[in-house]
């Protein structure tokens, strides 16, 4: 069974850090594209960074270019989101989700239509 558990979520002041995981199981996470994603209350989803599973390349939102850093430790089936300079709109919950087809495919972030899996999502608050 695929599951997704993200983890990292807190309370952290504008201009702090917070570094998020993903823990994937019933696959192996090279094999399938991961993308980050984030709702805020109100909101539509948006997709804020996604990697490759065929060659490991990076796609980043603009608004958090910089900013976030995306990557992936495959021995302990873990995607990461490192998020720095956090500001009070990157306030939302946080979700990752994988794509099994990612081989074939380039990951993307302007939809979340490519990913069959989905995490119980982490809770990011940014306010001092």
């Known amino acids: 069974q695929v599951q997704l558990v993200e983890s990292g979520g807190g309370l952290v002041q504008p201009g702090g850090s917070l570094r998020l995981s993903c823990v994937v199981s019933?696959?192996?996470?090279?094999?399938?594209?991961i993308g980050w994603f984030r709702q805020a209350p109100g909101k539509e989803r948006e997709g804020l960074s996604c990697?490759?599973?065929?060659?490991?390349?990076?796609y980043y939102s603009d608004s958090v270019k910089g900013r976030f850093t995306i990557s992936r430790d495959n021995a302990k089936n873990t995607v990461y989101l490192q998020m720095n300079v956090l500001k009070s709109e990157d306030t939302a919950v946080y979700y990752c989700?994988?794509?099994?087809?990612?081989?074939?495919?380039?990951?993307?972030?302007?939809?979340?239509?490519?990913?069959?899996?989905w995490g119980q999502g982490t809770q990011v608050t940014v306010s001092s």
């Open positions: 990697i490759n599973s065929s060659d490991g390349r990076t």
């Open positions: 019933g696959f192996s996470s090279d094999l399938y594209s």
């Open positions: 989700a994988a794509d099994p087809l990612g081989q074939f495919r380039q990951c993307v972030i302007s939809s979340g239509d490519q990913y069959d899996y």
